[in-house]
């Protein structure tokens, strides 16, 4: 009868050590992507952030130029990803947390929470943004706006450009919410 007792603690402990690496993986991986989206939410903010291009007209002295803070739209794009950005920083230690303690539970539901809001407002600010992108590169033609880009072709690339990392941030917010759910779920 003892010998059962402790084969059967045995391989409880074996499960709870694999709990633990199976999570300790998870934190491991959400690092990652907490990493990966600080890269892309920066990179699109600079990105935006930078992009101008200047055209002379007939002289020198007269100039048309295009930057980002002329659409509200791109100024909102440039202070999401900011803001997204500083969050994602701030998170890196709950992350890091998760990493040593596995089977915390209620700082990974304040993340996914956390994170839900952010991709909301990621989503938004990213999503205007590509509106405006398509409008610059196609126009409406029933509302008579022409197409910019065929003029301002650095400018368009470039804002064009800073979407790729919003939108890839976007991915790592879904990809961190899932698994930190994952994670609770197997508590």
């Known amino acids: 009868m003892m ?12 499960a709870i050590g694999h709990y633990h690496g199976v999570n300790r993986g998870l934190s ?3 690092l990652i992507l907490r990493i990966v989206a600080i890269v892309g939410t ?11 291009q200047t055209l002379p ?27 997204i950005c500083a969050y994602l920083a701030l998170s890196l230690p709950f992350s890091i947390f998760h990493i040593i303690r596995s089977r915390a539970g209620k700082s990974r539901i304040l993340l996914i929470f956390l994170d839900a809001i952010m ?20 126009g409406n033609s029933s509302a008579n706006w022409f197409s910019i880009c065929q003029q301002y072709t650095d400018f368009c690339q470039r804002s064009a450009g800073s979407l790729i990392g919003s939108f890839g941030a976007m991915v790592c917010l879904v990809l961190l919410i899932i698994l930190s759910a994952v994670a609770i779920s197997r508590r």
């Open 3 to 14: 010998k059962a007792v402790s084969t059967e603690s045995g391989e409880a402990s074996k």
């Open 42 to 52: 920066l990179a699109g903010a600079v990105a935006m952030g930078t992009a101008e």
């Open 119 to 138: 991709l909301a407002l990621l989503t938004s600010g990213a999503s205007a943004a590509a509106a405006i992108v398509y409008l610059a590169h196609n």
């Open 28 to 30: 491991v991986f959400d």
């Open 57 to 83: 007209f007939v002289t020198q002295l007269v100039q048309f130029s295009a930057q980002y803070d002329d659409f509200d739209t791109f100024k909102l794009f440039v202070i999401v990803n900011a803001i």
